[in-house]
């Protein structure tokens, strides 16, 4: 099992930016579809950016596509979250997560990141 940990969230000012890392110990998280989501207050789940780990095409959701870049660091075994002209609606806590492929469902999560984006 991989176990990921997240960093990088705090507050920032609408229009601004952070960069999100994901840590991954225990495996090499090359080997893992990788994705980051998102749960805002009283929202469902949703994932905003991913990366397979056969294709290294990222994806990305509507809401976020064009502010926000998905990148790793296989060295590092570390993936980022870039996220650029933040708007309040961006503020949500913001997960990590992995799966092997064998499953559709990503099995391995990380304990999230507070982003918050002031008006």
């Known amino acids: 099992q991989v176990q990921l940990v997240e960093s990088g969230g705090g507050l920032v000012q609408a229009g601004g930016s952070l960069r999100l890392s994901c840590a991954a110990s225990?495996?090499?998280?090359?080997?893992?579809?990788v994705a980051w989501f998102r749960q805002a207050p009283g929202k469902e789940r949703e994932s905003v950016a991913a990366f397979s780990r056969i294709s290294n095409n990222p994806t990305y959701s509507d809401s976020v596509k064009g502010r926000f870049t998905i990148s790793r660091d296989n060295a590092k075994n570390t993936v980022y979250l870039q996220m650029n002209s933040l708007k309040p609606e961006d503020t949500a806590i913001y997960y990590c997560?992995?799966?092997?492929?064998?499953?559709?469902?990503?099995?391995?999560w990380g304990q999230g990141t507070r982003v918050t984006v002031s008006s």
């Open positions: 225990g495996r090499t998280l090359s080997t893992y579809d």
């Open positions: 997560a992995a799966r092997t492929g064998l499953t559709a469902a990503y099995t391995n």
